[in-house]
Structures are given as C-alpha cells and as structure tokens.
C-alpha cells in the first residue's frame, strides 16, 4: 500500500477522523488517487479502457478524477440473460471487468442461484457485496477481505463517534430486518447485534433468510405485470407466493411487536430502516399503547430514505415522540454499499470520512463543482481510496446539497433525493454510464 493511502485510512484510529481539514488532505488525496491508479489500471479491465479514452495519465487536480469515475449502474451493467439463463460463468466473466484481482477462477460447482454464486465467491476468498436488486437487477460490488473487514469496523466505530456506546454486549437490541442475507445492510445488523446485543436480548424480525433471487424475480416479475408480459401461470404462482410472504411476514411482526411492546422503561437499540421504524410504532399503535417510553438513552438506528413507503411528512419526530425520546437519540447517517464506510450524521451534517475524496458535480456528471465556500447542489461523488477489490472512483444517482463552510465538505442532512425519483421515477442518466457499458460489452463478448 503507497504511503498517501497509509496515512489517509490510518486516520480511522481518530476519535474524529472527518475533523481533519480539506486543506491537509488535498495533496493526500492526489497523492493517493495516483497511487491507485497505477495499481488498479493493470487490474480493472473497464478502469484501463476508460483511462485510455480520457486520455488521462495522471491526476494532477480533483478535476482529473471526473473523466475516471464510474457511474453507479457499472456494478449492475451485466446483461439480464445471463441471471434469466443461469449462466454463472458469463456472470463471472462480467464480475471480472471491474474486480482488481481474477475471479476467474472460482469453483461454480453446484451453483444455481444469485446467493450460491455469491456464496462460491466468498469461499474463494472474493467477497462480494450485493444490492437488493428492487429494481430487478442486483449490484454486485466485488470486494477483499480486508475491505469486509475495514468496512464492518467503520460501521461499529461510527456509533462509538456519534454516541460513546461500546460494543460490549450489554444493550437489549431489535433489529427490524432479517438476521441473514447476502447484502451488505443485513451483514451489518448481524455485525451490530453481535458487538452490541445481550444475546438473550437480541430480537431480530425473522430467521428466514432474505434472499437475492427472491427480492429479484419479485421485482422482475412486477415489472413484467406493469408491461403486460406476465404469462397467467406465473401471475398465479406469484400471487399464491406474495399471499404466503404476507402471512408470514405480518406473523413475524406480530410476534416482534409483542416481544417491544414489553420494553417501556428499558435502554434499547432499534435498528431499522425509516420505512421499518414506522411499521414497528404502527403495529404498536394498532395494541392500543399510545406511548411506549424507552429509557432517555436508547438509540434507534435509522436512514436508508423512505424507500418508497407512503409516510406522513412528520414520521420521524412521530417515532421519535411515540418511543419519548430527544430526536439526537438516533444513530444515522448517509452512505451506500459502493463506499467503505457510512457518514455518520454529527448534527445537521453528514461528515466524509477523511480517506473518501468528497467530488460534487454537475447533473450528467461531466463538470466538478468545487467552490472554495458556500452551499451548493449537484451528484454526489467520490473517490473511496480505501477499496482494494475495485476502483474507488463512482458517481451515485444523488442529489445533495453540500456545505463548503465546513473543513472538509459536508453533506447537509436530509438534502439527499435520488435524481430518478425527481424525474418521476425515470432512470438516471449519466454521460458515462453508456460508455463504461459498451467497454464491458467488449471486454466480456456478450451482448445478450
């Protein structure tokens, strides 16, 4: 590892690693940035052949970087048939265009879904982080290791920054999601409640695993329904499938709001999505328990948006007032799987942790917004020089708002809204993401 890189994430040892100021890393970063991309342009395919195009060879400004980020969809940019056909091999080979080290090597013996090909990999020593997949198509992130366990390492200590609580197992902890899973959010609150959590104290929503071919052919086939392509047998099966979840489901959040609703008075940690936080105070509304006041220092853990749920404009200080706690007693934050570690919310900022070259640019993601001061709009991007499994450099689908007031840029909270959602659920564009497309298209001869 280059010496910029060293000293930039040794900065997670700080008990305030985002206080350090943008003018003492800029030449870090630079540093860093070139560091990485002598490294990865011999490792990641697409990287080489997007640098090659830009024509750049070395990053000499934070405007150097723009022409070498990824666009967000380049972690899902494999074609659709290969999940439909089941072809785990081509899968593989797409997987290989963005990963840092070959992946070409993995045993797919016995493979036969999304979570079996995610599984194979990890035994092969080539962890992958994956999206959900609501959108019909998961993101598969391919990571290392130490990235794994960089990663969980900044999501524990981010609670310890916002809140001094120690992970010594002492706290009753209800998690509102499922205790397995393949994606990221699931493998942090399994972390948390580990680090956190009496074990006999530990409630979770349910044990049954959510799983990436599930949450995927739900969305495919909700897509087919809307387009008026979904043979009658399948709408069948389908709907006898989703009557099924909805027993389950709603019997596992009678069983988890029973378990809460016993808890007035106790110190307690709820971790949740929004959407989530609000089901678990409706459910306990519905008993009859128009307050269930938890002890002044419980924390519920909080963000991920709405995620497309119908809330009423006032639903977190509602949460909030209903559990009779201060609105700081939350443990939140902005972040996203593409990033090593999360920005913890410190007031009515999100802070970027100092290993993380914060970029704002333009709405089609070709010009860098850079003020010296002031709040500006624009995508959020970044540079994340502590990935080891893939390039760091990615334009999200955000809109933010970001504060150059700060010493190193923050995010103001609650500015975040997903460019597709303002276009009325139209897909985002950005100028790059149909050339990286095309590079994979050459790089794995499959256009299908």
């Given at each position: 590892?280059?010496?910029?890189?060293?000293?930039?994430?040794?900065?997670?040892?700080?008990?305030?690693?985002?206080?350090?100021?943008?003018?003492?890393?800029?030449?870090?970063?630079?540093?860093?940035?070139?560091?990485?991309?002598?490294?990865?342009?011999?490792?990641?395919?697409?990287?080489?052949?997007?640098?090659?195009?830009?024509?750049?060879?070395?990053?000499?400004?934070?405007?150097?970087?723009?022409?070498?980020?990824?666009?967000?969809?380049?972690?899902?940019?494999?074609?659709?048939?290969?999940?439909?056909?089941?072809?785990?091999?081509?899968?593989?080979?797409?997987?290989?265009?963005?990963?840092?080290?070959?992946?070409?090597?993995?045993?797919?013996?016995?493979?036969?879904?999304?979570?079996?090909?995610?599984?194979?990999?990890?035994?092969?020593?080539?962890?992958?982080?994956?999206?959900?997949?609501?959108?019909?198509?998961?993101?598969?992130?391919?990571?290392?290791?130490?990235?794994?366990?960089?990663?969980?390492?900044?999501?524990?200590?981010?609670?310890?920054?916002?809140?001094?609580?120690?992970?010594?197992?002492?706290?009753?902890?209800?998690?509102?999601?499922?205790?397995?899973?393949?994606?990221?959010?699931?493998?942090?609150?399994?972390?948390?409640?580990?680090?956190?959590?009496?074990?006999?104290?530990?409630?979770?929503?349910?044990?049954?695993?959510?799983?990436?071919?599930?949450?995927?052919?739900?969305?495919?086939?909700?897509?087919?329904?809307?387009?008026?392509?979904?043979?009658?047998?399948?709408?069948?099966?389908?709907?006898?499938?989703?009557?099924?979840?909805?027993?389950?489901?709603?019997?596992?959040?009678?069983?988890?709001?029973?378990?809460?609703?016993?808890?007035?008075?106790?110190?307690?940690?709820?971790?949740?999505?929004?959407?989530?936080?609000?089901?678990?105070?409706?459910?306990?509304?519905?008993?009859?328990?128009?307050?269930?006041?938890?002890?002044?220092?419980?924390?519920?853990?909080?963000?991920?948006?709405?995620?497309?749920?119908?809330?009423?404009?006032?639903?977190?200080?509602?949460?909030?007032?209903?559990?009779?706690?201060?609105?700081?007693?939350?443990?939140?934050?902005?972040?996203?799987?593409?990033?090593?570690?999360?920005?913890?919310?410190?007031?009515?900022?999100?802070?970027?942790?100092?290993?993380?070259?914060?970029?704002?640019?333009?709405?089609?993601?070709?010009?860098?917004?850079?003020?010296?001061?002031?709040?500006?709009?624009?995508?959020?991007?970044?540079?994340?020089?502590?990935?080891?499994?893939?390039?760091?450099?990615?334009?999200?689908?955000?809109?933010?708002?970001?504060?150059?007031?700060?010493?190193?840029?923050?995010?103001?909270?609650?500015?975040?809204?997903?460019?597709?959602?303002?276009?009325g659920g139209e897909d985002d564009r950005l100028t790059c993401a149909g050339t990286v497309d095309a590079f994979v298209r050459s790089l794995t001869g499959d256009g299908t």
């Amino acid at each position: 590892m280059g010496e910029a890189r060293q000293q930039l994430i040794s900065l997670v040892a700080s008990d305030r690693p985002f206080e350090v100021e943008r003018s003492a890393l800029e030449s870090l970063w630079l540093e860093a940035a070139n560091e990485l991309l002598v490294e990865r342009r011999s490792q990641v395919p697409v990287l080489s052949r997007v640098a090659d195009s830009a024509g750049v060879e070395k990053i000499s400004s934070l405007e150097d970087l723009v022409p070498l980020l990824f666009a967000h969809s380049v972690y899902k940019s494999y074609p659709r048939s290969l999940l439909d056909k089941r072809r785990w091999d081509g899968l593989t080979n797409w997987l290989d265009t963005v990963s840092a080290s070959s992946v070409k090597n993995v045993d797919l013996t016995g493979v036969e879904s999304q979570d079996d090909w995610v599984a194979a990999l990890a035994r092969s020593g080539h962890p992958v982080y994956a999206s959900s997949g609501t959108s019909g198509k998961s993101s598969f992130l391919p990571a290392t290791p130490g990235d794994r366990e960089f990663t969980m390492n900044c999501i524990i200590r981010a609670v310890q920054w916002q809140h001094q609580i120690q992970p010594d197992k002492s706290n009753t902890v209800v998690v509102l999601a499922p205790s397995q899973g393949s994606s990221r959010a699931l493998e942090y609150y399994r972390l948390f409640a580990d680090s956190y959590g009496d074990p006999a104290r530990t409630h979770f929503l349910t044990d049954e695993p959510a799983l990436l071919s599930d949450l995927t052919r739900m969305a495919s086939l909700t897509q087919s329904i809307a387009n008026g392509t979904a043979m009658p047998s399948e709408l069948t099966a389908f709907e006898a499938d989703m009557a099924d979840r909805r027993r389950r489901i709603d019997a596992d959040w009678d069983r988890l709001a029973d378990l809460v609703a016993g808890m007035s008075g106790e110190r307690v940690i709820i971790q949740g999505f929004w959407a989530q936080q609000w089901t678990l105070v409706e459910r306990l509304r519905s008993r009859g328990i128009a307050q269930l006041a938890l002890e002044s220092d419980s924390l519920l853990g909080v963000g991920g948006g709405t995620k497309g749920a119908n809330l009423p404009p006032d639903f977190e200080a509602q949460i909030f007032e209903f559990y009779g706690l201060s609105d700081t007693r939350q443990a939140s934050g902005y972040g996203m799987s593409e990033l090593s570690a999360a920005m913890p919310q410190i007031g009515d900022r999100y802070v970027i942790q100092p290993w993380v070259i914060p970029l704002i640019v333009s709405e089609d993601g070709t010009e860098l917004i850079n003020p010296s001061s002031g709040q500006h709009e624009g995508r959020f991007a970044f540079f994340d020089t502590a990935i080891e499994g893939r390039w760091g450099g990615l334009i999200s689908g955000d809109r933010v708002i970001a504060d150059f007031d700060t010493p190193n840029m923050t995010i103001v909270a609650g500015s975040v809204a997903r460019y597709s959602d303002l276009r009325g659920g139209e897909d985002d564009r950005l100028t790059c993401a149909g050339t990286v497309d095309a590079f994979v298209r050459s790089l794995t001869g499959d256009g299908t």
